[in-house]
């Protein structure tokens, strides 16, 4: 790909998301093509942030602690 034809937009949006950047890179031509062309669509930033962070996908498990106490359930201690 040459990315000479980037968007403007679209490469500053990738470059300040170091995941998404690392993402792009190791996508295949097409796919780049592909997800440039669908960049060309978007019609605020927002919306492109959006589907930047749409390369990324979210290792780290959601955590829902809305009882601290259930943290300390399980096994009696001693």
Known sequence: MDYNNLPLELGLAITSNRAAMDRFVDMT???????V???????????????????VTETEPELH????????KGPGIG
């Open 29 to 35: 031509d097409g796919e780049k093509e592909e997800f």
């Open 37 to 55: 062309e669908r960049s060309r669509g978007a019609m605020s930033k927002n919306e492109l942030d959006e589907m930047v962070g749409s390369l």
């Open 65 to 72: 602690l809305e009882d601290v106490n259930n943290i300390f």
